[in-house]
């Protein structure tokens, strides 16, 4: 079973400079509510470490590269992400780990909700216990 989903921005190709659209509900299949990106993150450093109960994402590598692994509490998926014309979703229920980030690395995040402690699941084994059954 495939978890995750990669998806092809929309990529706008021009001897000036290239440009990729993403908007909410066409090229991301939900409302975005917040955007946010990690960056400077130190070599041999991993970010994510959790899931959530109700948030989908979108990661983009904006800039560099880093590799993506997510759990559903069956089987486990890696992707590496390093083209900023492509988005990764992310479904609630998916324990997520970012890791092997490259020098200079973006990850922006398209997320379907506003910051909600209480929706993330930080724990690996209460993960288990609630989607690996």
């Not at 070599?43 to 759990?71: I, N, P, W």
Request: hydrophobic share 35%; aromatic share 12%.
């Amino acid at each position: 079973m495939k978890i995750g989903k990669l998806i092809e921005l929309c990529k706008i190709v021009d001897p000036r400079g290239n440009l990729t659209v993403a908007e909410q509900n066409i090229d991301v299949p939900f409302d975005i509510k917040r955007v946010y990106w990690t960056y400077d993150v130190p070599g041999g450093e991993s970010r994510g470490g959790h899931a959530h109960k109700h948030l989908y994402q979108c990661l983009v590598a904006v800039s560099g590269s880093f590799t993506v692994t997510l759990d559903d509490g069956h089987d486990r998926q890696t992707y590496l992400l390093n083209h900023p014309w492509q988005g990764l979703i992310i479904e609630p229920g998916t324990w997520r780990t970012l890791d092997d980030f490259s020098t200079g690395a973006v990850c922006l995040v398209l997320a379907s909700d506003l910051y909600d402690e209480e929706d993330y699941i930080r724990d690996y084994d209460e993960f288990l216990k609630i989607y690996g059954q």
